[in-house]
């Protein structure tokens, strides 16, 4: 990974932070996007203790917001004619129903329209490098929900869990559409089940009850460590046996099947064309 620029959402800590870790290790330029300049900070002075690796840089972001992410987007275009890789990692999930500055729900707005927006921004320079690589962090939890097309801010009926597990389906939905209608075969784009990982995800938006379920969840079921949840990313953003691998629904470093409305050419469609006109985006690749 000498030589390579690396691009990871929400590196400051959990999954984000192994795999930020993880590609420094093996000496690429990682550009760490976080929401907070506290601890990013401490997560690149940490990752740079450990790696022996200086060649890093913090961008903050709140992923909540498109005109922050269009900013840092070309921020890092600007400086990287060429990126050579891509994790959209940063997720959250939160328990009251809330909105963003442009009224969109902020589960399905920072854990899959970020996604769109953000790679959307880098494209021009991921389609640059000879091997490019986008890899989205979704969940199994997209196996047991739908798209609720007519009710995406889950009006009716919300809950933070279920507005999550919309928004990993999203992220798979997403992943497939793109490998679809992507014009450059040299770059993929994959989707990573991490599995269930020792982070705080689960206590920093919700109310006291869904964080005693987490903490609960997390210590007494089998959970993985950050670095351990983080492996298929790595695998995925790294290894040569990942090479040309694009489209697919990935854990524990090999793919299997996403649901079958993941799958569902008219509904990836659908999908693709509402979060284009919610992210504003006229034409994806350019």
Known sequence: MKGKICVVTGANSGIG?????????????????????????????EIRSQTGNDQLELHLVDLASQSRIREVGAAIRESYPVVDVLVNNAGTWISERTFTDKGIEKVFAVNHLAYVLLTHMLYPSLQQAPDARIVNLASDNHYNTKMHFEDLYLSKNYHGLRSYAQSKLGNVMFTIELD?????????????????????????????????????????????????????SIFLASSPEAQGQSGQYWDNCRSKPPAENAQDVEQTARLWEISLELCEIDNFFE
């Open 17 to 45: 932070f192994a795999t930020a870790k993880a590609l420094a290790g093996q000496g690429a330029r990682v550009l760490l996007l976080c929401r907070s300049q506290e601890k990013g900070q401490r997560a690149l002075k």
């Open 180 to 232: 679809r209608r992507k014009p450059h075969e040299h770059i993929s784009v994959n989707a990573v089940q991490p599995g269930l990982v020792h982070t705080d995800i689960g206590l920093k938006d919700t109310n006291w009850l869904h964080a005693l379920a987490w903490k609960v969840r997390r210590t007494f079921w089998k959970s993985k460590s950050p670095d351990e949840g983080a492996a298929t």
